[in-house]
C-alpha cells in the first residue's frame, strides 16, 4: 500500500491527513511535501491528522521528529490527531507524547494548541 496525503492551511496552521502507510518507502515524500507546505506559506505550526494512517514505521518517527526540530526552531507547535490504537502506541512507546500532545481530532488540535481565530 502507498501514501496519500492531502495539506490545508487553517489559520496559519498546515494541517497534514495521511491515509495509508507511513514507512521507509513513502517517508521521503512526505518530508519534503510537509517542508515545501511550511516554508511555502511561512506557517509555524503543524496538525498532523492519523485517522486514515493504517501503518507507521520508525521512518515515520523520524518524519515527524524532523518536523517537531523545525517547527520548535520557528517557535512553532505540532500536534497529531486521530491516532488508530496501534500508531498512537507506536507513538507513545516512541516517547513522542513527552514533546506533542496526541488531539481527539483536528478541531480539538487547533485549540488545544492555542492557535484559533
Known amino acids: 500500500m502507498n501514501l496519500k496525503m492531502e495539506i490545508e492551511y487553517q489559520r496559519g496552521v498546515v494541517i497534514a491527513r495521511l491515509t495509508g502507510e507511513l514507512d521507509h518507502h513513502t517517508a521521503d515524500k512526505v518530508r519534503a511535501q510537509l517542508d515545501e507546505a511550511i516554508m511555502r506559506e511561512q506557517c509555524e505550526h503543524l496538525v498532523l491528522n492519523f485517522k486514515d494512517l493504517q501503518f507507521m514505521d520508525s521512518s515515520g ?54 492557535v484559533v481565530s
Open 61 to 114: 518517527l523520524g518524519v515527524i521528529l524532523g518536523r517537531y526540530k523545525l517547527l520548535k526552531q520557528k517557535n512553532g507547535k505540532m500536534a497529531v490527531c486521530d491516532a488508530n490504537p496501534a500508531v498512537y502506541r507506536l507513538l507513545e512507546m516512541s516517547g513522542l507524547f513527552k514533546i506533542m500532545t496526541c488531539y481527539e481530532n483536528e478541531e480539538v488540535a487547533l485549540s488545544g494548541m492555542e
